[in-house]
């Protein structure tokens, strides 16, 4: 069910890959809703995914952009801006990417230069987006800027890597840089602390299947599905939520609270009578 809740506002998706990526749903919510927005992947993932077909489907121009490249920033922005007809109302950034998981280092074995690039595209980006936006004055006063985290940027997760830097970096960043361009400029600035997803990018953590069955057993609600995580990123771009900003969000069924849930004792043969 549709609420009009983006009608009028303009956007900017970052990451949308294919059907399983969160950033392809957000799209989906947030054109449903009422909103208009421009869609960013690099180029090599454009090529390679379908983001061109989302585009087809929602009216939405695919602008590619290396969100390292403050150039291809500059650029979207302002293409952006022309495509839509206005300035920005929301942003979502849905960028991440871990070298060393990819080619199996473990993190007491890290490549200190993948890890560098890791921070680059995972967290460094997003302050990116954050001081070019702000610079060129793209978004609107009481405009939303979401970026995607994990429970791992506090909690060691096994195989999860130096991943866990990069989100703690990300979380950081929204909290700092918040403050001001919320100050500045009535913009607000948000992560949102989702549950593990089966996605093209979950795909390359080892015991992703692990982590998933884990944390579904231990939150009351079950794990959140990336409808569930696109469903609270557009609370959090639309007017609903105009004075909540340098917060990390949890939608994870109260995993983030949870010490241990009887299903998990049940599991591990733990018995309450001992």
Not at 14 to 23: H, K, P, W
Not at 123 to 131: D, E, G, P, R, V
Not at 178 to 201: C, E, I, L, M
Request: with cysteine; hydrophobic share 40%; glycine share 8%.
């Amino acid at each position: 069910m549709a609420y009009n809740l983006l009608k009028g506002k303009r956007g900017i998706i970052f990451g949308a890959l294919d059907e399983s990526s969160i950033a392809w749903k957000v799209a989906e919510k947030a054109h449903a809703e009422g909103a208009i927005f421009t869609l960013s992947n690099v180029p090599v993932s454009i090529r390679i995914g379908k983001t061109n077909e989302l585009g087809t489907k929602l009216n939405s121009k695919v602008i590619a952009a290396d969100a390292t490249n403050i150039q291809d920033i500059e650029n979207l922005y302002k293409e952006s801006v022309n495509v839509l007809g206005g300035k920005i109302d929301f942003i979502l950034h849905s960028i991440a990417m871990s070298l060393n998981v990819r080619k199996g280092r473990k993190y007491d074995d890290l490549d200190y230069e993948m890890m560098s690039k890791t921070l680059d595209i995972s967290a460094i980006s997003f302050h990116k987006i954050l001081q070019i936006a702000k610079k060129m004055d793209v978004i609107n006063e009481w405009g939303s800027v979401v970026a995607l985290s994990y429970i791992g940027a506090q909690r060691t997760m096994n195989g999860y890597n130096e991943m866990s830097q990069a989100k703690a970096m990300l979380e950081s960043i929204a909290r700092s840089f918040g403050y001001f361009y919320g100050r500045d400029k009535k913009v607000r600035v948000n992560t949102v602390s989702q549950s593990p997803t089966f996605t093209k990018a979950s795909s390359s953590v080892k015991g992703f299947d692990g982590m998933y069955n884990y944390s579904d057993k231990m939150a009351p609600l079950g794990n959140s599905s990336g409808e569930d995580c696109a469903d609270y990123c557009i609370t959090l771009f639309s007017d609903l939520t105009k004075k909540v900003t340098m917060q990390n969000l949890y939608v994870d069924g109260g995993f983030s609270t949870m010490g241990m849930s009887m299903e998990l004792m049940d599991a591990y043969g733990i018995s309450l009578d001992s």
